[in-house]
Every structure is written in structure tokens, then in C-alpha cells.
Nanobody
Framework: QLQLVESGGGLVQAGGSLRLSCEASGFSLTSHAIGWFRQAPGKAREGVSCVQTWGTNAKYEDPVKGRFTISRDTAKNTVYLQMDSLKPEDTAIYYC???????????????????WGQGTQVTVSS
């Protein structure tokens, strides 16, 4: 069974940091692109960041550029999202998702991701 489990969410003050984890089971992240998405109350889900299979290419959406860093630990089959300088507008449920693309050079948050985690809540207070 293909599964992703997020962890690391919580309540933090503006300017603080959190590190989200996305652990995969049932498949290897080395053949999958991983995307982080978020959904704030009353808003549509939006892409945040993605990393390609071997972690050599990463992309960030404008609202998080320079503040968030995506990385992967192949040995732990886990992808991380380090979030620094958090703002109240970063408050959302954060989801990680996987897409099988072993030979694609760059990730893309607009492609269809087929395996999703259950989400982890991030709340940033002002």
C-alpha cells in the first residue's frame, strides 16, 4: 500500500520556524517527485514546493521563496519542508504528495500527484 505520512505541524509565532516531514511507505521516493501543497480555510489548495526524484531540482512558489527549503533523505525515504520566517498567511493544512516520474528532469506542481498524505496543520500567530 502506497502511503505518505506528514508530521511536524503545530502552532508557532510569526517569524518562527517549523520543519515538516513526509515519510513514504510502500514505495521509494527515488522514483517519485514530491510536492508540498497547502490549503487555508476558505481557500483553494495551492502548491508550495516540489523536488524531483534525486533531489537535485527543486521549485518554490513565490509566496515562500527564500523562506522555505525542501529536501529529501533517501535513506529515510522522507522529504522535509523547512519553513523559516513564518507569517500568519502561511497558516494552512500542509499536504505532501507523490508523483511517479523516474525520468523527468524537473518537478512541476501543476502535474497530477497520485499519492497524498493526510495533512498536518500549521498555525502561525501574529
Amino acid at each position: 500500500q502506497l502511503q505518505l505520512v506528514e508530521s511536524g505541524g503545530g502552532l508557532v509565532q510569526a517569524g518562527g520556524s517549523l520543519r515538516l516531514s513526509c515519510e513514504a511507505s510502500g514505495f521509494s521516493l527515488t522514483s517519485h517527485a514530491i510536492g508540498w501543497f497547502r490549503q487555508a480555510p476558505g481557500k483553494a489548495r495551492e502548491g508550495v514546493s516540489c523536488v524531483q526524484t534525486w533531489g537535485t531540482n527543486a521549485k518554490y512558489e513565490d509566496p515562500v521563496k527564500g523562506r522555505f527549503t525542501i529536501s529529501r533523505d533517501t535513506a529515510k525515504n522522507t522529504v522535509y519542508l523547512q519553513m523559516d520566517s513564518l507569517k500568519p498567511e502561511d497558516t494552512a493544512i500542509y499536504y505532501c504528495a507523490a508523483r511517479y516520474e523516474p525520468t523527468v528532469a524537473e518537478c512541476d506542481l501543476l502535474r497530477k500527484y497520485t499519492v497524498w498524505g493526510q495533512g498536518t496543520q500549521v498555525t502561525v500567530s501574529s
